[in-house]
């Protein structure tokens, strides 16, 4: 584990002046980590450990359970914030955990919540103090392993089939969606611009 970060997100140098095809590569292999850990026949819980915007915030959703550590950390899909838009599945996987009216705001605002802040709307299901994550968490998962797995398994499957069968059928437009949107001059722009300000505010 990274202090104080439990994902940065996605790597924007990934698609930041990169070929068409590096970006395609590129967002094909996060729908498949996506797709393997939303559909995981495991039980799956997230130990938050530090910041979780973005693409963390997703992987986070993906799991069937989130602790967060308590402190000034922040969890949410903030991308309007960098001048792109959260894909369809980002917006399903959000909508499934907090709901549509919350998803709304939280999406337009790029909105990036405090650990309680996270938990009262759900976003995550227990804040704990930072070096505490991982035993919270442990304790959980002994709870769900208690369960039958055929049962769990089943009910995860009902519940979350949907977006993935709709996902999987839809990947190369989703590529394709997504490489001419972050390929545009515009948004090469922003992101850059993006890029420099997290270096201007590190120094
Ligand atoms: C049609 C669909 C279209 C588009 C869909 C795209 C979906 C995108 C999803 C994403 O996940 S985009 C990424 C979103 N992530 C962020 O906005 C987080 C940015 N980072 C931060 O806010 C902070 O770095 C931090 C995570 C809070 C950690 O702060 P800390 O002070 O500890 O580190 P520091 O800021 O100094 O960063 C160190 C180093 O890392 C670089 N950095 C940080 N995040 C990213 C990132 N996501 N991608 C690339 N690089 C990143 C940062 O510039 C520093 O670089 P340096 O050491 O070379 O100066």
């Known amino acids: 584990m990274v202090p104080n970060i439990f994902s940065a997100g996605l790597d924007?140098?990934?698609?930041?002046q990169k070929k068409p095809e590096e970006t395609d590569a590129f967002?094909?292999?996060?729908?498949?980590?996506?797709?393997?850990?939303?559909?995981?026949?495991?039980?799956?819980i997230a130990a938050i450990s530090g910041h979780s915007p973005a693409g963390g915030c997703l992987l986070a959703m993906a799991c069937d359970y989130r602790v967060m550590a308590t402190g000034k950390y922040t969890i949410g899909l903030n991308e309007t914030l960098l001048g792109i838009i959260a894909p369809f599945w980002f917006i399903e996987t959000m909508k499934n955990t907090i709901g549509h009216r919350e998803t709304e705001k939280s999406?337009?605002?790029?909105?990036?919540?405090?650990?309680?802040q996270a938990e009262n709307i759900g976003l995550v299901d227990q804040i704990c103090p930072p070096d505490d994550v991982l035993g919270c968490a442990r304790k959980e998962m002994v709870k769900w392993?208690?369960?039958?797995?055929?049962?769990?398994?089943l009910t995860k499957q009902?519940?979350?089939?949907?977006?993935?069968?709709?996902?999987s059928s839809k990947r190369k437009e989703d590529i394709y969606n997504f490489t001419s949107f972050v390929q545009?001059?515009?948004?090469?722009?922003s992101l850059g611009l993006y890029l420099e300000?997290?270096?201007?505010k590190k120094s």
């Open 158 to 167: 009902l519940m979350r089939n949907e977006l993935i069968n709709n996902l």
């Open 12 to 16: 924007i140098t990934e698609f930041y």
């Open 184 to 189: 545009k001059d515009s948004i090469q722009r």
């Open 107 to 116: 999406l337009q605002l790029g909105k990036l919540y405090s650990p309680e």
């Open 145 to 153: 392993l208690k369960i039958p797995d055929h049962a769990r398994i």
């Open 197 to 200: 300000s997290l270096k201007k």
């Open 27 to 44: 967002w094909r292999t996060l729908q498949d980590v996506f797709l393997r850990l939303y559909g995981s026949k495991l039980v799956t």
